[in-house]
């Protein structure tokens, strides 16, 4: 069992920046690739990031590729999603996520909400013009 909580959330202005943490309670944090999703109201939950088991790779939705950046500390169970460059489109409910995977497996960086088992309660992201 994995208990994933997030915070950071905020209000904040466009064109600002927040960092959103999420720390797991698990007992070996680096079986897991994390991911970041984020679901505005009325719409579907969709993928933002994802940072597989050992941190060497990331993957991005194209609309924040360049302006977020996810990355973990394995030590410390915890994962990031640090946000530039905000935009009233980035306003949503932010959830963190865990993939078990193993470590030698090849697959690529999930990016599918049911390819996630453990899901955080989310963060408000409120982004104003």
């Known amino acids: 069992q994995v208990q994933l909580v997030e915070s950071g959330g905020g209000l904040v202005q466009a064109g600002g920046s927040l960092r959103l943490s999420c720390v797991a309670s698990?007992?070996?944090?680096?079986?897991?690739?994390m991911g970041w999703f984020r679901q505005a109201p009325g719409k579907e939950r969709e993928f933002v990031a994802g940072?597989?088991?050992?941190?060497?790779?990331?993957y991005y939705e194209d609309s924040v590729e360049g302006r977020f950046t996810i990355s973990r500390d394995n030590a410390k169970k915890t994962v990031w999603l640090q946000m530039n460059s905000l935009t009233t489109e980035d306003s949503a409910v932010y959830y963190c996520?865990?993939?078990?995977?193993?470590?030698?497996?090849?697959?690529?960086?999930?990016?599918?909400?049911?390819?996630?088992?453990?899901w955080g309660q989310g963060t408000q992201v409120t982004v104003s013009s």
């Open positions: 996520a865990a993939d078990q995977v193993s470590p030698i497996s090849a697959a690529p960086i999930a990016t599918m909400v049911h390819q996630y088992t453990y």
């Open positions: 940072i597989s088991w050992s941190g060497g790779e990331t």
């Open positions: 698990v007992r070996t944090f680096s079986n897991y690739a």
